[in-house]
């Protein structure tokens, strides 16, 4: 892989951060330049699956970069040309609703309408429960929308969480070199 700088924005599907932490582990390894992201709520809040300041730490020591978690923060991102490519994962049914819409109320979507203003790449991995409800047409919209590239996904828990989708976190670099490439990585829907 040739020396690129990723942005990796991370929001508040708070079950599958630590497996975003772990693949963003992966990618470092690589010869990347990788610049965090985080919404406001997954900065500043405490659940069950961990403590904000523990993530904020791990991921600060992995990229060697302070995080981007405001939208004055995330704004640069596109007048200076900050990155060649963005991935958002996990990227919630509620950024992705807000992505669609071009609604730009927190870091993680000023970084996606930022950089999309330079017409480069934004690679989304979603991680929703409503997915294949109220999420399905925004993710319709958005797999046809020139610059949008998606993680492969599955159902997670079709039995317990009939709507609910989430990628492979597994695909996550493949999907960004396509991404850089101008392709969608195939197939996006896997079993």
Known sequence: MERITLGYGMCGSFCTLKQSVEALKKLAKN???????MSEIVYGTD?????ARDFIDEIEEICNQ????????????GPKGLLDVLAVVPCTGNTL????????DTSVTMAIKA????????????????????SAKNIGLL?????IYFVPYAQDNAEKKPNSLVCDFGKIEDTVL??????QIQPVFTA
């Open 31 to 37: 010869d990347i330049k990788i610049i965090p992201i």
């Open 47 to 51: 659940t069950r699956f961990g403590k």
């Open 66 to 77: 302070k995080i981007i978690h405001t939208i004055s923060g995330a704004e640069p991102i």
């Open 97 to 104: 609703a807000k992505t669609a819409l071009g609604i730009t």
């Open 115 to 134: 950089h999309l203003r330079g017409a480069k790449p934004v690679v989304l991995g979603i991680s929703t429960n409503d997915a294949l409800g109220g």
């Open 143 to 147: 797999q046809n929308t020139k610059n």
């Open 178 to 183: 396509s991404a850089l490439e101008g392709k």
